[in-house]
């Protein structure tokens, strides 16, 4: 697990590890330089043929661009640097570090032809971008883009708002981003992460200020090893029971895909409560689910006693019938806390019942897409796609529940403000039943800490429910791509992720 910062953030960090823990500025940028010249060198394919151009600003991201230069030239790498602005715009540290490659004698161009190089290196804007970029930045940048040359940028793309990801104006397309302590917003958001090519993180001695905490992190592939061992003397009760409220007439498979996903992710038994039509697809299709058509109080109340973990909402629809459903298991979970995952039509009744956000509270998992959440919180879509975190961020706050907001870049928030962004999966998985699938991944996860020494949060373990469903679908776009994916490969793979 590893934090997230805004801009903002790691300007006080910065300052914290200069100012209160005594590391100079100088120290710091020579770190960095040092981190993205190992990079680039590793990349290299004939040092011999090389022709690198270093293109800085005058900001301090400038610097660390006059640093690689140095340190490239002096390892015999043929190397230029152009510089972009006013010299006598420079910070001092930047002006400093021109003077130092003035002294080691680096060539300087003037005159800027970007296709003459192999390797372009963009330490232009950085991260305290705040306007558009425009006038000759925005024709230096389109003309680096230009060129078949790989392409380096220094801590963030020149042009990537560091908070959102956003392009403003114009942004440098990287091949490879070499950042500095913490991953910023705006390399885990859309274009930015895209623009930012492969992303590496380095240390350079920054780290988070003592008793201050960082509320936004994302999940890795190490963070897997928090999954618990099977317990060997266990039963299927032990790993616990899934209790779908799903399906409608004419729609089962969604209640069929989250099911099934619920299985492959853990859980010990799942019990489908649907209606008269979906019982005869389901059982052929899902033989290891129990299916009931039974909607009494009676039946109800055995079904919600006998479970560990509710599902509602896949494929549920909207209907009168479907509205009582929800509404009773829904009203229930509240009155006991026990653990309930809202997808899809649970979250569309909820948007147009307000007496609901009764039933909501710490115990709920709430998944929308930006479409779902729109109609839940009254913005506009694109107003929920300016500001995708803050909009979890405060509909978990308003609703004391964990909320999933699922884009290309998922957000998952609680109400106390903590968050994870999410940085598996791909374009392959917007496609129907991707969502289904994933309420069964997030019920299965809920089971595996049942019986588990080691308790998480229950935002923690939404985000390792999210992560798990992202790198099982990175696994099955590996096998059969991206195009032709469908919600059932992405259940194909989960055993393999959660092996």
Known sequence: MREVVTADEMKALDHNTIQKAGLPSLVLMERAALKTVEEIMQRLKDRGKEKILVVCGTGNNGGDGLAI????????????????????????????????????????????????????????????????????????????????????????????????????????????????????????????????????????????????????????????EMLP????????????????????????????????????????????????????????????????????????????????????????????????????????????????????????????????????????ILTPHIGEMSRLCGKGISEIQDCLAQTAADYAKESGAVCILKDACTVVADASGEMYLNLSGNAGMATAGSGDVLSGVLAGIQCMYLAAEKKLSPVMLAALGVYVHGLAGDQAAGKVGQRGMTAGDIIRFLPEILR
């Not at 006038?135 to 003309?143: C, F, N, P, Q, V």
């Not at 392409?151 to 397309?173: L, N, Q, Y």
């Not at 958001?189 to 780290?207: A, H, K, N, Q």
């Not at 032990?238 to 209790?243: E, Q, S």
Request: with cysteine; proline share 3%.
């Open 69 to 224: 230069a140095r340190l490239l030239h002096l390892q015999g790498i043929r190397t230029w640097y152009y510089v972009a602005g006013k010299e006598e715009r420079m910070t001092a540290e930047t002006a400093g570090q021109l003077r130092t490659a003035e002294y080691y004698q680096v060539p300087r161009v003037h005159n800027l032809k970007p296709d003459e190089y192999t390797t372009i290196v963009d330490a232009i804007l950085g991260v305290g971008l705040s306007r558009s970029v425009e006038g000759k930045y925005a024709e230096l940048i389109s003309a680096m883009n230009q060129t078949s040359a790989y392409k380096v940028a220094v801590d963030i793309p020149s042009g990537i708002d560091s908070d959102t990801g956003f392009e403003k104006g114009i942004a440098f397309r990287a091949d490879l981003t070499v950042t500095f302590a913490f991953r910023k917003r705006g390399l885990c958001f859309y274009p930015g992460r895209m623009y930012g090519g492969e992303i590496i993180v380095e240390d350079i001695g920054i780290y988070p200020i003592p008793g201050e905490k960082i509320c936004m992190h994302h999940l890795e592939q190490r963070d897997l």
């Open 229 to 364: 061992e099977r317990v060997p003397y266990g039963n299927k009760g032990t790993f616990g029971k899934v209790l779908l409220v799903a399906g409608s007439e004419g729609m089962c498979g969604a209640a069929y895909l989250s099911a099934a996903a619920a299985l492959k992710s853990a859980a010990g038994m799942v019990k489908i409560q649907t209606v008269e039509a979906n019982r005869i697809p389901l059982q052929t299709l899902l033989p290891e689910a129990m299916v009931t058509c039974d909607f009494d109080e009676k039946k109800n109340q055995e079904m919600f006693d006998w479970c560990d973990v509710a599902v509602i909402g896949p494929g549920l629809g909207t209907s009168a019938q479907s509205r009582e459903r929800a509404q009773w298991f829904l009203s229930e979970a509240a009155r006991c806390k026990k653990t309930v995952i809202l997808d899809a039509d649970g979250l569309n009744l909820l948007s147009v019942h307000e007496s609901w956000k009764r039933f909501i509270g710490e115990h709920v």
